[in-house]
Structures are given as C-alpha cells and as structure tokens.
C-alpha cells in the first residue's frame, strides 16, 4: 500500500531508540524527511546515519536536547522546512509506589508526558490546517487503557494528554488534521527491561523468571518489536487516516481483556 506521504516532514521525538526509532524508520521507508529529536547526542547520530544510508533520497535532520525544554521544541520547530506529521514521544518516569511520590516526581512526569507535548501539538497545528494536512500520533502507553501497577505517574499524565487530544480533534478534522494516539503495551525495549527488573527487585525474584511469567500471560507469547510499531505508527500519519481521529490504538499482542 503506497501510504502517500512521499516527501512529506516529519517530527519524530525520542527518535534514537525504541519504538521512536522504529516509527522514525518506517516514515524514512515511505518517503518522508525527517527532523529526529533525542537526548542522547552520539545514540540519535548513530540512529540518523542509519537511516539516511537505508533511505538515500530523504533529508535527515537531528537537535539533541531534551524535549521538555521549551527552547528544543521551539528550536525543533524552526529547523524543520515544513512539519506535516509529529510523533510524540518521550521516556516514562521510572516505576514506584505512589506512597512515596514526590510532587517533583509528579510535575516531572507532568512536563514530560503532557505539558510538552500539548505545547508541541498547539505550535504546530496552525500550520497542518493552513496546507490542509496534518498527522498527529502520541505515543502514549496500554496503560491508558488498563492500570499498570507501579506505573500510576506515567499512566495519569498520559491519560491527560489523551484528554487534550480528543478535544481539539474536533476542531481540526475539517482541515484534514488528525490526531490518533497509539498505545503500546509489551514491547522490545530499554523501557521494558527497566520495568521488569524493578518489579524482579521488588518482588526479589530473578529478572529472567519475570521476563519469561511475563512473556507467558500475554496471549501473543511474545513481545512487540519496535519494527512492527513503526509500522502502524506510519499508517496513522498516512493519507488513508482522514476520516480517523482521537482514537486509541492499542498494540499488545492481546493483552487487554476487553471487547472494546
């Protein structure tokens, strides 16, 4: 399926790894240039070099820096030529019990998961509606759907950011300017490892027996790969999606046990 977005720009957020990456790879497969942002300066190089040597007829532009920082999204922002699609993406706070939840703790995950992303989409959407086109994709987390214990920071942020998006895609669907969010649960990644092993610490467990209890109960009997993310997350800012908006796409492997 040809997914029209050849030569189209695009802001990937948390580019340099993980289902950032993965999303970021799909795009440059389909055509699209792209301005890829991480905090990770040598990580997102690397990313970047890769992906300009597979796709030799897109522009690759990087800016290390943290994307909670309101000069790096208004940077971002300038060096891209245009912006026709914006992945939203950024690391979870790290799991713990809400007991001992600072209010640091809440107003970091706050700014990371919500604040600035809902600045990022508001800078940008002028623009979509001014050419008539538009692809906004968060990645938020299965979490949203389905509470995660120990994970009560990252899933209230991000159930807040759900909130701002379905609200103003209403207004903007006219103007063929979509925002879908696409919810992973298990995948392949350093976030994953990072999880598990605090759970295997807390629970005194080894990390392998987790991992493998873990892999058991999801009915895929496997974990995502960030290739197959970048995939559906190339769908959701192609031409087909202009009649989709302020939906959750929930990827994970059947997990969720629910009919809706």
């Known amino acids: ?48 070099d890769k992906i300009r040597a597979d796709n030799p007829e897109i522009q690759v532009l990087t800016l290390a820096g943290d ?11 300038k060096m891209s030529p245009q912006i026709d699609i914006l992945v939203t993406n950024a690391g979870g706070p790290a799991p713990g019990n809400f007991r001992t939840d600072t209010r640091e703790r809440w107003l970091s995950a ?3 998961q919500l604040l600035g992303h809902a600045d990022m989409i508001t800078k940008v959407v002028d623009q979509m509606v001014a050419r008539n086109f538009g692809r906004i994709v968060n990645i938020t987390s299965a979490s949203v759907k389905m509470p995660v214990e120990n994970l009560g920071l990252s899933t209230a942020a991000r159930m807040a950011l759900t909130g701002f998006a379905s609200t103003i895609s209403r207004e903007l669907i006219q103007h063929n300017v979509v925002i879908n969010n696409l919810l992973p649960g298990p995948f392949e990644t350093d976030r994953l490892t ?24 999801n009915p895929a009997k496997r974990f995502g790969t960030p290739e197959e993310f970048g995939a559906v997350c190339a769908f959701l800012c192609s031409n087909h999606v202009g009649f989709m908006t302020a939906q959750n796409v929930l990827m994970d492997g059947g997990a969720f046990p629910g009919n809706i």
């Open 110 to 112: 706050l700014e990371a």
């Open 1 to 48: 399926m040809d997914l029209g977005i050849k030569g189209r720009w695009a802001i990937v957020e948390a580019a340099s790894k993980g289902l950032g990456k993965g999303s970021a790879a799909a795009l440059a497969a389909e055509g699209v240039n792209l301005v890829l942002n991480a905090r990770g300066k040598e990580t997102l190089e690397e990313t970047a």
């Open 194 to 217: 990072g999880n598990m092993r605090f759970a295997a610490d807390r629970a005194g467990e080894a990390y392998e027996d987790v991992y493998a209890a873990r892999v058991g109960k």
């Open 67 to 77: 994307i909670t920082q309101i000069e790096i999204r208004e940077a971002l922002i």
